[in-house]
């Protein structure tokens, strides 16, 4: 009996190891299939979304299809991003490691994580209570200590956390949020998504520099929409 149970522990273990590898494999070629394939080429930015275990943030019965080139659900009708928009978007950001960056809309913690990697801290803002606190205990788990999780309304931004080196947004409002360009360091960069809802939006790259805000409308693009709390 305690061989046989000590045989089914060691198959255990071999069949997690293989499993770990076979997603370390996947999560390496999706960054050359779908990340350097298309340019994305920011050495940080690629070495996080190796490292990041993307299938842990989707829910069980979408692992397998964690790799693949597309946006997933995630449960309360939100979505995670594919992989080349979450790479797109942080490389966008030029991020530096004592950078402080805040997201807004942190759905499964995936891109809180991917910046995580790569930077000092990071905020980040969900309007639904229970992703937030979902994702917050996801990332605890992993031991990420520089992500802090808020559960709100992101439009205000976080006022007493500002300025932040960069801030991108994940949920599409029509317009661009107030508060978070006044919450941008001179010097920051913010990508958002910008349009109606339901509708093809645009991935806008939004500088400032010496107090002069430069705008760059970048590629269409297509996220859940920016909600407001009543
Ligand atoms: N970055 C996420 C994907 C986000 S989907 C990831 O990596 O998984 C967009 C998220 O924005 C959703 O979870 C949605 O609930 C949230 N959201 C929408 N409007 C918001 C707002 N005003 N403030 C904060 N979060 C918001």
Do not use: C, W
């Not at 759905?107 to 910046?115: D, I, K, T, W």
């Not at 994940?170 to 958002?192: R, S």
């Amino acid at each position: 009996m305690k061989l046989l149970i000590l045989i089914g522990l060691i198959m255990g273990t071999a069949a997690n190891r293989l499993f770990s590898q076979d997603e370390q494999s996947q999560r390496h070629n999706m960054v050359r299939q779908q990340l350097e394939a298309r340019g994305i080429n920011h050495r940080a930015t690629l070495e996080a979304m190796r490292k990041v275990q993307r299938h842990l943030f989707v829910p069980a019965r979408l692992r397998a299809h964690a790799y693949t080139d597309s946006p997933l659900s995630i449960g309360q009708g939100q979505t995670i991003s594919q992989p080349y928009i979450v790479a797109y978007m942080t490389q966008l950001l030029d991020l530096k490691p004592h950078h402080r960056v805040l997201e807004i809309g942190t759905g499964s913690g995936y891109q809180a994580a991917v910046l995580a990697e790569m930077v000092e801290q990071v905020f980040t803002i969900e309007i639904v209570k229970e992703l937030g606190q979902r994702a917050e205990k996801l990332l605890d788990s992993l031991g990420y200590d520089n992500v802090s999780v808020v559960i709100g309304d992101g439009y205000q931004g976080l006022e007493a956390e500002a300025p932040f080196d960069a801030i991108i947004v994940t949920a599409a409002p029509d317009n661009i949020p107030h508060p978070l360009v006044e919450q941008l360091k001179d010097g920051g960069k913010m990508v958002i998504p910008v349009g109606p809802p339901a509708a093809i939006q645009t991935l806008v790259l939004m500088e400032k520099r010496e107090g002069k805000i430069v705008e760059t409308n970048l590629t269409p693009v297509r996220f859940v929409p920016f909600t407001r709390s009543q």
